[in-house]
């Protein structure tokens, strides 16, 4: 199978279209696992993560609770609703900072000599970012009180939620930074909204409460590991 490159003619405009000879079956097996491997563990553990905080704060929980029936009710949530849902969102963006689950990303090569502060990298050297404690450092300058949970740290004045962006809150980077910043991020971020409203739906007449006893510390305080499930 080869694949038309339509970059810039308009696939399906005809003639002036030429082979994406790179594009290979082997290649686009490759890009596919790349996606699977690198999107369906990451968005699980953020998922168990989310679960874990509401489950160890009924309060937070409430609140979540709260929200969603009264924006959504009962019907299908829907992408929009993100608009709505301010503290969910806040509560998502806060699980994503306090716990990341790749706190070292992906490590990268350098391509020329550079320098980092005082630290010279030589070209080929391999560098990662250590997101995970950026995301957490408690010098003050881009975060109050870090190692503190807290979904309203993404809120303004009027409770609506501050969408952290790379001027407003540069520090926020769950998805790594740069020009090989995770491709996932908007399906992951649309995937924990759908997955978390619903399930608070459909479980509303219950408190999610977790016992200590199956694997699971029901304090996330008690961990500082990349999954909630102790191996
Ligand atoms: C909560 C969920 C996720 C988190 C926290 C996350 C985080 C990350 C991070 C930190 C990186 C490394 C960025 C860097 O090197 O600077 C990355 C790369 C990547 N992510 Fe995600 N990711 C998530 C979900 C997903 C999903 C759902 C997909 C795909 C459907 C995905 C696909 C990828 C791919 C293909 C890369 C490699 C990109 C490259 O090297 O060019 N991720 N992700």
Redesign the pocket.
Known sequence: MALRDGVGQGVGSGSKQSLANYLTDDKLGLIVF??IF??ID??YT?FLWLLLFLSSDLMVQKKLRNEISDKIGDRLPTLDDRHRCHYVMAFISET?RFR???PV??P?NAIVDSKIGDYKIPKNMSVC?Y?GFIMRNDSNKYWTNPNDFKPERFLDSDNHYMRPTSRSQPAFI?????R??????K??IA??FLVLTRFLQSTQNYDIVLDSHQGLDADPNNTDSISPINH
């Open positions: 790349d996606l690198a999107g990451t968005s953020t994503l990341n689950v790749v990303a992906v990268h970012v997101q769950p998805f790594g930074i740069g090989r910043v995770c491709i996932g991020e399906l992951a995937d924990l």
